[in-house]
């Protein structure tokens, strides 16, 4: 079991056979098929760990370790990072640590002992993440045990029915990327994001009902359903946002949510927005804030025209620059107060995010630390929801 692995051999069985039994697999049964699979391929032990629910911890699947601080660990740079990281071990020669990725969300990462590591065993390690990425997205959409694997806290009602509406934190292809943060992580209740990819197209939104209890969850629920199944009619972005209005004039006439319902066109960069009574979009450009650049007169929120208007949804449009990122934002983020009181405010905001940017980060990461940025001053206690939607458009270079 501790001899070299060869370049063609028992190791790829092993691993085909690792993906037919973990799909089958209970999801905290996990851990037990992945060492069987880990032990034949000359590895000595690995764990699945997962992010929590607010990026600042990788938790074990294992049951009895510890959990690894995202922002304090060689394992949370290689998550932070997207990088191979390989140091010291003194239980078995060396500690590597792969991220866990599926397509553009980080999920956390694997820790593997081993004593060696040639380019072999490198590539089943490689190979053996991949396919636990998949295997871990697939399980955790119904497994109660991931889920709380994934929180530090108890989650109150209207928060877990908006989480358990909301799409991947995450999601790209080479030509774009969209990623969200939301919190109070455990105590959201009327905000939410929703992202997808066509071929052509990412589409985005962002959502804010008004209140903070089940109602404003429920406002939330409605547009976003009322969003996607426009979407997925082929709806342009007026008619998308007119099929909102008529369902929550028609199921919840006393409910209104503001919100920018975005498309962004893969191939040639046009950015256009509807703005629905919402703080405007941020166009981010050379790690600069453009100044009102996507600020246009704001339209009544949605729920209203249906009731008080018959006129059509204004759609404004933009062309963007190879690596323009847009930022969307509630106005739990600009309104919450700081030390002493004051309006932490879109000065401040627009301070942050230059300081988040100017790294050089994967936008994920950026946003991760923007939100804790944010929190930080908030001494991690948020009065309203604060949630913000980064999209990065970036072409392939001709």
């Given amino acids: 079991m501790g001899s070299e692995p060869t370049a063609h051999g028992p190791g790829e069985w092993l691993l085909e056979e690792l993906l037919s039994e973990a799909h089958a697999a209970a999801p905290m049964d996990l851990p037990k098929v992945v060492n069987r699979c880990a032990t034949a391929i000359g590895l000595h032990e690995v764990v699945v760990y997962l992010v929590d629910l607010q990026q600042r911890h990788l938790v074990p699947l294992t049951e009895g370790l510890p959990q690894l601080g995202v922002d304090s660990s060689k394992a949370g740079y290689a998550y932070r990072t997207l990088s191979l990281q390989v140091t010291d071990s003194p239980a078995a020669g060396l500690a590597v640590w792969l991220p866990l990725v599926d397509g553009e969300e980080r999920l956390g990462v694997l820790g593997i002992r081993t004593e060696t590591l040639d380019a072999t065993r490198l590539r089943r390690c490689r190979m053996l993440a991949s396919v636990l990425a998949m295997v871990v997205t697939s399980k955790r959409a119904y497994s109660d045990s991931f889920a709380r694997r994934s929180r530090t806290e108890q989650m109150e009602l209207p928060a877990e029915m908006l989480r358990a509406v909301l799409p991947p934190r995450t999601i790209g292809n080479g030509r774009a990327l969209s990623t969200a943060v939301l919190e109070p992580a455990y ?153 002493g009181g004051a309006e932490f405010g879109l000065d401040r905001f627009t301070d942050s995010i230059i300081r988040a940017t100017a790294a050089g980060e994967p936008a994920p990461e950026a946003l991760r630390r923007l939100i804790h940025s944010i929190l930080g001053r908030q001494n991690k206690r948020l009065q309203d929801d604060a949630t913000l939607l980064l999209i990065e458009w970036r072409p392939p270079r001709q």
């Fill in 187 to 339: 105590r959201i209740g009327g905000d939410a994001f929703d992202h997808s990819l066509t071929n052509t197209t990412l589409h985005a939104a962002i959502l804010d009902s008004m209140g903070h209890d089940l109602a404003s969850g429920l406002t939330t629920a409605v547009a976003m359903a009322g969003c996607r199944n426009a979407r997925r009619a082929d709806a342009e972005l007026p008619e998308l946002v007119a099929a909102i209005d008529r369902a929550l004039a028609e199921w919840l006439p006393e409910q209104y949510c503001t919100g920018v319902v975005t498309q962004l066109d893969l191939a040639g960069g046009i950015f256009r927005w509807c703005n629905c009574g919402h703080p405007p979009p941020l166009l981010i450009r050379n790690e600069r804030v453009l100044d009102r650049a996507l600020e246009r007169a704001p339209q009544p929120p949605m729920g209203m025209p249906a009731r008080f208007s018959e006129g059509p949804r204004e759609v404004h449009e933009v062309a963007l620059e190879p690596g323009d990122r847009v930022l969307m934002y509630t106005d739990g983020v600009t309104e919450s107060r700081i030390e």
